[in-house]
């Protein structure tokens, strides 16, 4: 499992013409599913997320995690971060998960961040998105477990 994510200031997600998610302060999670993904994996994604440290603290260190600054979380399914790109100069996408096995996935992920997390959005499995954000910072991490 790998997540792209960015502090930003605000950030939405629209589906043919629609918002269909919008945040404020907070993170965009771009998200993308291997074969090898599990439960197990989306679980220690969540923890990481909600604990990891990216805000700053009164001193203008980054010690404090998105439930200490009250932020919301924009999930987006991004199957293209699980290409490989080490040779040639087209990405291969063979090791990332098929597309029913992401979507469950992806369905997964949501349902264990809005168990834990007071303000969760998503884009949409499968869509033509456009996805609009304010890099904070820029703070901008890879993560993966």
């Given at each position: 499992?790998?997540c792209?994510?960015?502090?930003?200031?605000?950030?939405?997600?629209?589906?043919?013409?629609?918002t269909?998610?919008?945040?404020?302060?907070?993170?965009?999670?771009?998200?993308?599913?291997?074969?090898?993904?599990?439960?197990?994996?989306?679980?220690?994604?969540?923890?990481?997320?909600?604990?990891?440290?990216?805000?700053?603290?009164?001193?203008?260190k980054?010690?404090?995690?998105?439930?200490?600054?009250?932020?919301?979380?924009?999930?987006?399914?991004?199957?293209?971060?699980?290409?490989?790109?080490?040779?040639?100069?087209?990405?291969?996408?063979?090791?990332?998960?098929?597309?029913?096995?992401?979507?469950?996935?992806?369905?997964?992920?949501?349902?264990?961040?809005?168990?834990e997390?007071?303000s969760?959005?998503?884009?949409?499995?499968?869509?033509?998105?456009?996805?609009?954000?304010?890099?904070?910072?820029?703070?901008?991490?890879?993560?993966?477990?």
């Open positions: 499992m790998i792209l994510i960015q502090r930003v200031s605000h950030g939405s997600v629209v589906v043919n013409q629609q269909i998610g919008k945040i404020d302060q907070g993170l965009v999670v771009l998200t993308g599913f291997q074969s090898d993904d599990s439960l197990n994996k989306i679980t220690k994604m969540v923890h990481k997320l909600l604990h990891y440290r990216l805000f700053s603290d009164e001193n203008d980054m010690n404090l995690n998105i439930q200490q600054v009250q932020g919301s979380l924009l999930l987006v399914p991004q199957f293209t971060l699980a290409a490989n790109t080490q040779k040639g100069l087209r990405p291969s996408f063979s090791s990332a998960a098929p597309p029913e096995l992401a979507e469950n996935l992806f369905d997964q992920f949501v349902s264990q961040m809005r168990n997390h007071h969760v959005q998503t884009g949409m499995f499968g869509a033509d998105m456009q996805v609009s954000l304010t890099n904070d910072g820029p703070v901008t991490f890879w993560l993966e477990v």
